[in-house]
């Protein structure tokens, strides 16, 4: 199993910029998939962007230019760089790791952009 452990979140002002961090511990090796989701109240879940073990990222069209995914392999954390952040990216994010087709989940961390 692999547990997954975000932080960063917080109250931003709009335009403004978090990082987020999610550690990884456990069974992190063969991890295939390592992403970001986040649900706003009352929406489902999306995808916001994934790297896979080659490094090849992905985003959400709404984000792009504004969000960088990245990893530290040495520290087994991932991270989400968010700038020019908007009232719509208000949400619980969520990481999320992928071993041998197997999903985990982190508990989330809640992001707040507003005035």
């Known amino acids: 199993q692999v547990q997954l452990v975000e932080s960063g979140g917080g109250l931003v002002q709009p335009g403004g910029s978090l990082r987020l961090s999610c550690a990884a511990s456990?069974?992190?090796?063969?991890?295939?998939?390592m992403g970001w989701y986040r649900q706003a109240l009352g929406k489902q879940r999306e995808l916001v962007a994934f790297?896979?073990?080659?490094?090849?990222?992905t985003y959400i069209d709404s984000v792009k230019g504004r969000f960088t995914i990245s990893r530290d392999n040495a520290k087994n954390t991932m991270y989400l760089e968010m700038n020019s952040l908007k009232p719509d990216d208000t949400a619980v994010y969520y990481c999320n790791a992928i071993r041998n087709g197997i999903p985990s989940w982190g508990k989330g961390t809640l992001v707040t952009v507003s005035s």
């Open positions: 790297m896979t073990s080659g490094g090849s990222t």
């Open positions: 456990g069974s992190i090796f063969s991890i295939n998939v």
